[in-house]
T-cell receptor, first 112, second 114 residues
Framework: DAGVIQSPRHEVTEMGQEVTLRCKPI?????LFWYRQTMMRGLELLIY????????DSGMPEDRFSAKMPNASFSTLKIQPSEPRDSAVYFC??????????FGDGTRLSIL | KQEVTQIPAALSVPEGENLVLNCSFT??????LQWFRQDPGKGLTSLLL?????REQTSGRLNASLDKSSGRSTLYIAASQPGDSATYLC?????????????FGSGTQLTVLP
């Protein structure tokens, strides 16, 4: 079975540019989560969806961040404009109700 | 607000030793607690999930326990191997219903020496 697929694996871009991270959840999973991991703050939940609908976006740091899930097999996390402090590893995870979350390998983002 | 703490931050043991990783949480009203493994440059792999009504879960050489009253969980690894070297994170889910958030600890980096 294919796991959660994230792209790109690595992204390096200059400050001010738009960044789009992509995620394909495991087929049939109805929950999708976006996390950010840094050395200073550890793993933080940014937003999660249930059946393609955003349920809780209280972890999104500011208006520069936005996330969409146009269908059950695809989600994006967008940062516009990007800043150096956004540099982190961004993870996508998916799950079924009350079941363990399955994580992708992450996108390592560096903003110069 | 739920806080999850893992001590120690790093642990090094010789191969073959049994070891215990600790996880504590401040809000005992958890729905479940999950242990993950993270290898360098990789995502998290779920190891064990303990529902709030359970006391422990076992998978192979791994055993996780949960004591809600004391706000603690432990992950026991028997007969450790170099391949067990990774960062281990615990995460507590604080409520059922519509909330699905996991609050993560900062992890324990385990090194098993051959």
């Amino acid at each position: 079975d294919a796991g959660v697929i994230q792209s790109p694996r690595h992204e390096v871009t200059e400050m001010g540019q738009e960044v789009t991270l992509r995620c394909k959840p495991i087929s049939g999973h109805d929950y999708l989560f976006w996390y950010r991991q840094t050395m200073m703050r550890g793993l933080e939940l940014l937003i999660y969806f249930n059946n393609n609908v955003p349920i809780d976006d209280s972890g999104m740091p500011e208006d520069r961040f936005s996330a969409k899930m146009p269908n059950a097999s695809f989600s994006t996390l967008k940062i516009q404009p990007s800043e150096p402090r956004d540099s982190a590893v961004y993870f996508c995870a998916s799950s079924l109700l009350n079941q363990p979350q399955h994580f992708g390998d992450g996108t390592r983002l560096s903003i110069l | 607000k739920q806080e999850v703490t893992q001590i120690p931050a790093a642990l090094s043991v010789p191969e073959g030793e049994n070891l215990v990783l600790n996880c504590s949480f401040t809000d005992s009203a958890i729905y479940n607690l999950q242990w993950f493994r993270q290898d360098p440059g990789k995502g998290l792999t779920s190891l064990l999930l303990i529902q709030s009504s359970q006391r422990e879960q076992t998978s192979g050489r791994l055993n996780a326990s949960l004591d809600k009253s004391s706000g603690r969980s432990t992950l026991y690894i028997a007969a450790s191997q170099p391949g067990d070297s990774a960062t281990y994170l615990c995460a507590a889910r604080v409520s059922s219903g519509s909330a699905r958030q996991l609050t993560f600890g900062s992890g324990t980096q385990l090194t098993v020496l051959p």
